[in-house]
Structures are given as C-alpha cells and as structure tokens.
Nanobody, 117 residues
Framework: QVQLVESGGGLVQAGGSLRLSCAAS????????MGWYRQAPGKQRELVAT???????NYGDSVKGRFTISRDNAKNTMYLQMNSLKPEDTAVYYC???????????WGQGTRVTVSS
C-alpha cells in the first residue's frame, strides 16, 4: 500500500501562483508513473501533468506553458507549480502514482484549488 498526501491548495486570485505537493509514504523510485489530475464540479477528471521514471513529461493542453511538474526523489515528493492561474483551473487536484512492479495505481485524497476572477 502507498499513502499519498497532497497539500498546497487554497484560494488565489487570477494570475496568481500556487505550488502543490504530493508526499508519498515510501520511495518514489518504486513508481514508474506519477501524475496530477483534477476534477472540477460537474466535470470529469482530467489529466493535468504526468512524469515517468525516465523523465518523460506530459501536460494537458489547457495547462501547457503555465504548469510545471517535478519530483524530488530524496523527499519522496512530487510537485506541481501552477502559474498564471485562471478561474477555469478551479478544481480538486489529485496526485496518482503507479508501481513499477505491478499495475497498481494509488490516489491521494485531493487538494482544492479555487481561483477567483
């Protein structure tokens, strides 16, 4: 089992920045896939950004150029730096990881981001 704890969400004005963190209960070197997804009220969960163990990064079209995903192996933590925030970025943000040795995905409890206009 893996526990993931997100933090860093909150209320911010449009144009502002937030940095989300996702702390894992064990070494993130054991994961070959890590990512951030978000779900806005009344909408389906959508991909925000992903990063593989090989360093391949992928962003959703709506956040390209504004968000940056990164990982700190020593701290067992993944980050999402969000700049130039827009009201449409308002959502609950979830982190997820996949174990390298088995097709098991784990999700955090989510952290809420609200962007006011």
């Amino acid at each position: 089992q893996v526990q993931l704890v997100e933090s860093g969400g909150g209320l911010v004005q449009a144009g502002g920045s937030l940095r989300l963190s996702c702390a894992a209960s064990r070494s993130i070197l054991s994961f070959d896939y890590m990512g951030w997804y978000r779900q806005a009220p009344g909408k389906q969960r959508e991909l925000v950004a992903t990063i593989t163990s090989g360093g391949t990064i992928n962003y959703g079209d709506s956040v390209k150029g504004r968000f940056t995903i990164s990982r700190d192996n020593a701290k067992n933590t993944m980050y999402l730096q969000m700049n130039s925030l827009k009201p449409e970025d308002t959502a609950v943000y979830y982190c997820t990881v996949k174990e390298a040795v088995r097709p098991s995905y784990y999700w955090g409890q989510g952290t809420r981001v609200t962007v006011s206009s």
